[in-house]
């Protein structure tokens, strides 16, 4: 275990590995060696570049706190996030598509009842949300958990706000009905940029990126017996939708959002005047 270089450092650290116990972390550190030399011989830094590589993964994680996860955030700008989501939803046949779950989840939110109001200020266009949970066959599932959450008309998060769990807003847990429908009231959300005010926003600027997320309503569905399905749903005609930062954009996700001209929506939900409907449908399929 000595006199190395370019050249054989590689095979020796392999080799270090050969006394590995379980044979899933031998795997996963043969490959992150294998790959990580692979990088460092094709990009060859400086040592000043290579400390500012570090410095910029430790400052990523002095960023993280609990309420921002910069790791995320790099995870996502680099489209690892949505990699790593495409290889963990390999669903068959007609299932609703999947994308990342984004840093602004939060669990256990509010309890809500069908056709309630998730937005506690309500300013903003408003806006009802209108669809069906169905197995692949077309079949209903009732008591589906709908899980949703959204950015409001500035496009900010509650919890960027620094509200407690107690003053939540845009966001909410509600059932589907015995015909597996749901529907609640919000507003319309606005496109907005992840947080660029850290080392994940100066790696986007130096690559000349725009830090930009198109407008979108969350979504995490689930039922017993049933695949999670943890999507978004974006808004037709964004000017992002073609160039979302964390590349989770999908053709199938996309609903056009319409205006409602009567007092009833096609559902048959009583609306206010002008309000915008954003209408979509999932398909859970059955856990294997």
Not at 15 to 38: F, P, Y
Not at 176 to 201: C, H, K, L, N, Q
């Amino acid at each position: 275990m000595r006199n190395f270089n370019e050249d054989n450092i590689t095979s020796a650290v392999l080799a270090s590995l050969s006394g590995c116990r379980d044979e899933r972390t031998k795997q996963i550190s043969e490959a992150l060696v294998r790959h990580l030399h692979a990088f460092v011989k094709e990009i060859e830094p400086t040592e000043a570049e290579w400390s500012r590589a570090i410095a910029l993964l430790t400052e990523t994680g002095q960023m993280c706190s609990q309420t921002r996860q910069e790791f995320i955030l790099l995870s996502d700008t680099l489209g690892v996030s949505m990699l790593v989501d495409a290889i963990n939803h390999r669903f068959p046949g007609n299932a609703t598509e999947t994308t990342v779950l984004g840093p602004f989840y939060v669990e256990q939110a509010r309890d809500f009842e069908l056709g309630a109001h998730i937005a506690s200020a309500q300013d903003g266009t408003p806006m009802i949300v209108e669809g069906n949970v169905r197995d692949s066959r077309g079949e209903p599932i009732a008591g589906a958990l709908i899980e949703t959450w959204h950015a409001d008309d500035h496009g900010l998060y509650d919890v960027q706000r620094g509200t407690d769990k107690s003053a939540l807003n845009l966001r909410a847990r509600l059932r589907t009905d015995e015909a597996g429908r749901f529907w609640y009231r919000s507003i319309v959300p606005a496109a907005y940029p992840v947080p660029s005010d850290g080392p994940v926003g100066r790696m986007l600027d130096a690559q000349g990126r725009h830090p930009f997320r198109p407008a979108h309503v969350h979504f995490k569905v689930s039922a017993p017996g049933f695949e999670t399905i943890v999507t978004h749903v974006f808004i037709a005609g964004d000017a992002y939708l073609d160039s979302d930062v964390v590349f989770g954009v999908k053709d199938a996700l996309i609903a056009q959002l319409e205006s409602i001209e009567g007092r009833m929506s096609p559902a048959g939900h009583a609306v206010e005047p002008a309000t915008a409907l954003l209408a979509y449908d999932f398909v859970l399929p059955r856990q294997r």
